[in-house]
């Protein structure tokens, strides 16, 4: 029996970008459909249910991050697939705005063609990951915040609260281990499942967004407390 050839769609306006991405990742044996711009995104998604999107946030007709919500946001009726964003240096908001929506990750322009193949690999390798993995696991429970791995749910201060399945994966992996210390690098191979030079800001980007939607006041955190100079550690209070 034949092995399944993953499909990427990448998404970019730049017709250089769309021809050296896919090469390298026809290379990596993938299989890959490309588009021009955000109509055309939607459309071709549709059409060839990729495994994993690559997507530029700066496109024609329709912006990146109006893709992802309209394929990841509370009304999208679309199957999720793993999202990596291609942005450059200047789009901090829009590019948390797309984690925000459910993107797996982002990678900045210029970047190396063989690291964006490896993230792709590793994105699909987490997203094939057991769907019951968690399920009989006993949940965390803290002073305010309890964290169910069974259902992925996370309760704070008695009102359930919503998390992307990334910001999930962190938070849970550092509650898992209380008190230890966990530098970036670390938390981007247990839960990105990254083992190669990657955009720390990443990690930064998720922790802040959990401290906004678990910590009464996010500027000082109660569970997520930045150690300095080393990285981060989750306390129970």
Known sequence: MEATVAKILVVDDE??????????LQRDGYAVVSA???????????????DLVVLDLMLPKLSGIEVCRRLFGAEARERR??????????EEEDRIAGLGLGA?????????????????GAVLR??????????????LA????????NTR??????????LT??????????????KRVFTRDQLMEAVWGYTFAAEMSTVTVHVRRLREKIEADPAQPRYLQTVWGVGYRFSGG
């Open 153 to 162: 749910e996370v309760t704070v201060r008695g009102a359930p609260t919503t």
């Open 36 to 50: 021009a711009d955000g109509e055309e995104a939607l459309s071709l998604y549709r059409q060839e249910r990729p």
């Open 15 to 24: 017709p250089n970008i769309r021809e050296v991405v896919g090469q390298y």
């Open 142 to 149: 803290f002073d305010g915040l309890e964290i169910d791995p």
């Open 126 to 139: 987490r997203a094939g990951e057991d769907p019951i993995a968690g399920v009989g696991e006993r949940p």
């Open 104 to 120: 797996d990750d982002y990678i900045v322009k210029p970047f190396s063609p063989r690291e964006l193949v490896a993230r792709v």
């Open 165 to 178: 399945a990334r910001e999930f994966d962190l938070l849970h992996h550092l509650a898992s281990h209380p």
């Open 81 to 90: 697939v793993p999202l990596i964003m291609l942005t450059a240096r200047g």
